[in-house]
RNA sequence: AGGCGCGUAGCUCAGUCGGUCAGAGUACUGCCUUGACAUGGCAGAGGUCACAGGUUCAAGUCCUGUCGUGCCUACCA
């Protein structure tokens, strides 16, 4: 050999062919000649807030696993790439940067922040695709995408402007959840609420009558007493027989000044059983209270806004509040309320506080003018996609979850009040009417010349999202080549975090706008979790760079990452300590192809992955042994020379290689069906098996013995097998997978560049050999047998005695006795029932289905009349061998009885054998007579010491 | 409150059509540095499949309920 392979697996080397990949084009999505139809995944366009998690690593390596192997397949393939300016994340991200710099975000003008913001994104968006290239992503990266590129830009205005002329865009003044942190307004989905300690207060409003009846007023209660201020109504349940004379009768809202009166009406959504069993009503400042003036509109239920965009009362309250925040406020009209005597009662009280998902701060139901999308118009065409299953959900149960949200969809809140976004096509004369068009000057015209401003605020981030999947592949324009060849897509890979962000609103835009489903199938991949199951997340301080993994980290490095940009002391303190714990040493490195390989064996149709480094190194360890493999094929084979394919028989394969090439077929049989239901884990699962237990620990070992037999036909099953599997496992590793195939394919007589264009694996049924794998099977059952019975008497490893195989094993096992001397570490085999002073075990052979009823299997059964044999080792066993021999046979004894003696409970009843398909009955009619024999020759055991 | 999941070996999880289905990886125990690999080899131990009913000849698997647990959606002021 000139080239030798080191001893170990080398990640680093194996993955600097990356860049040779990408210069000669070969994640080109240009069609060629004579390829097998296209291909085509958008990638969920990352954030560009920063850097890649692990969550992302995740989904980008079973992307990559699908291009890949479908480029094999020999399909046109397109991974189309691209970052997402991500409005408000990256907003704050790069205000929290210009922060550290002591620049003031809010007071930058426009312009200013927009360039800062720029810069930013080109950046994040080198790191992002950096990340990717080192995890081996092939997307074409020519066509690499940004969403606020001008021609998307451009898409985006158009698509916003049609919309609105189709009026599916309206603009409104509406109760909309405002961050008062963000200053902007938020979508529903931006909003988490979680239950946190509260107050109840129970306040009286005086009857404006003066009555002193009913302690003279009516006790409201609420969390939120300093919107009394703006109260505009009461409202009792319409057959509370409590209040029911109320109805009607106006009270003094407390604390106004000058004193309001306000009238206690009916409506049916107070719960009587709840609170007080009555309710004030603040329709500017409450979703449910604007519903009910809403339902109500006899009452004139007045709409006052008490707070200022910064959440701090306005003019609209009393003098003395002005200026206040609205908690401050709070407490100081709690304290007045007090001394008024007007508070009657507090009590804690757990209730969910809606707070932005960016910022944290507690969201203000708040009445502005923004902008809508008519919802509820575009979901039927998004419900009929998946119902008419144009659109198939993966795992299937997803489509519920997408069905009930666009069933009972809102109007969605478009608008923005950001700098960093799709400015809204929007122009305002002074007059207050407005002109939507494609460009100030369209605007102008419609306007006839008068002086225009435009709409300050930007598009939400998922309407250009939601464009993304056709946008990016040419559309409007219906000729372009990408556009026609690969839309609509073959599928979405996403988290099932954003099946309403997201994947729903695609389905919807695209329908509407393109008059197709934009994917055909979605894969919904779980969630990334640490090895405890945590979400991962900076503030919990369990992040893990996946190029971390790939390149590893000192812990000094580590901490760096984790708790240095964060503000309080205590949390720093809390995640350095977790993170000595859990990395004592940092993280060494496991290279991408066994970080890929850990990926894929976590995903199945489970939402939560834990990600635990120790399962990471085994598949480090399945690396090495697959570069060892093809180490030990290498040098067995230098002298090897590949001639043409022949018939087995002409290639001279005996038993073991027309068994290895079956399980070869077996295995690509098996990923290929785990591939078509997105089943990474049993496809990484059979690649696995097959090359550790079949390929290295099986064949390979016997390899070292029929080398010196049958050399050549054995050098070109050992090559020819791995050649194939290199290719089956490309997708899910490819870097190790291009080294070794390179060394690899000239022996097995393959030409081509690189693994990344040889074609893609599929089962050859011919190759399929029930025959040669029952014999192996017998085979494998004699040696595993004849180990453990090694193991039992403790024969040291070294001895090689020899073994006693009944006549009844020798049709099988004569042909492999080298083979068998060989695993077994036996001198030879004697064909004669073992002597009866020896130990022996019984072993089960079985048979090809198809020869089963054949005239020659019948020359392989026993005196029992079942197919097994005994087998025996020359060997006087120690009498310490022989007392822990003696405990495991009656170990194996009470363990063969039980199973019996439930089988012969379900055998002896006429129901079963009756009603079970007969295939079945035989089966354990089989098992039944081999668990006899075993326990005949277990009790004969017993006995003979 | 509704919806969707989950509960299988110490840990992380497979188990598709109800019948060789009690499984894998990892951790653990013993032996072995044998010419691909100690990132390895051989062998071993370890589970009342959360619990209770039901359907069935047959249930980890299907149905009902209970308990535990997670997420999503909507919320009571």
Known sequence: MTTELAKHFEPTTAESCYPDWEERGRFSSRPREGRKGDYCIVLPPPNVTGTLHMGHAFQHTLM??????????????????????AGIATQIVVARELEKRGIHAAKLPREEFLRHAWEWKERSGGLITAQMRRLGASCDWARERFTMDDDLSRVVISVFVRLYEEGLIYRGKRLVNWDPVMLTAVSDL??????????????????????????????????RPETILVDGAIAVHPEDERFRPLLGRRVTVPMTEPPRDIEIIADSFVDPAFGAGCVKITAAHDFNDYAVRERHPEKNIPLIILFTPEAKMNENAPAKYQGLDRFEARKRIVEDLRAGGLLIKEEPHRYHLPRGDRSGAVVEPML??????????LAPKALAAAAEGRVRFFPENWRKTYQ????????????????????????????????????????????????????????????????????????????????????????????????FFWVARMVMMSERLAGKEPFRDVYITGLVRDAEGQKMSKSKGNIIDPLDVVGGVSLQSLLAKRADDLMTPRLRARIEAQTKKDFPNGIPPYGADALRMTFASLASYGRDIKFDLERCAGYRNFCNKLWNAARFVLSACADYKHESEATDAANGYGIPERWIVSRLQRCELEVENAFAIYRFDLAAAAIYHFLWDDYCSRYLE???????????????ALVAVLETALRLCHPIMPFITETLWQKIAPLAGKSGETIMLAPYPSADKTKMDEKAEAEMAGFIAAVEECRKLRAELRIPPKERPAVFIGESGKATLAPLAEDFCLLTKTSEIRWNNPPANLPRVTVPLSFPRKRESSANAGNNRNEDGDNTFHLALDWQATAAADKEESARTEKKLRATKAELEKLERTLADPEFINRAPPAVVKKKTTRAAALRATQKELLRLRQTP
């Open 404 to 499: 009930h949200w666009l069933e009972n969809i809102q109007d969605w809140c478009v608008s923005r009040q950001l700098e960093w976004g799709h400015r809204i096509p929007a122009w305002h004369d002074d007059e207050g009417n407005i002109y939507v068009a494609e460009s100030e000057e369209k605007a102008r015209e419609k306007a006839n010349g008068k002086k225009l401003r435009q709409d300050s605020d930007v598009l939400d981030t998922w309407f250009s999202s939601a464009l993304w999947p056709f946008s990016t592949l040419g559309w409007p324009e219906e000729n372009n080549e990408h556009y026609r060849r690969y839309f609509p897509t073959s599928v979405l890979v996403t988290g099932f975090d954003i099946i």
């Open 190 to 223: 931006e909003v988490v609420s979680e239950e946190e300690a509260g107050v109840m207060y129970h306040v009286r409003y005086p009857f404006a009558d003066g009555g002193k009846d009913r302690g003279g007023g009516i006790i409201i209660a609420t969390t």
């Open 368 to 377: 502005t003018d923004q902008w809508f999308v008519r919802a509820a118009e």
């Open 64 to 85: 990559d696993a699908l291009i890949r192997r479908e480029r094999m397949r020999g399909k046109n393939t397109l991974w189309q790439a691209g970052t997402d300016h």
């Open 702 to 716: 016997m390899a070292k013995g029929r080398l010196l037999r049958n050399r050549k036909a054995t050098q070109r």
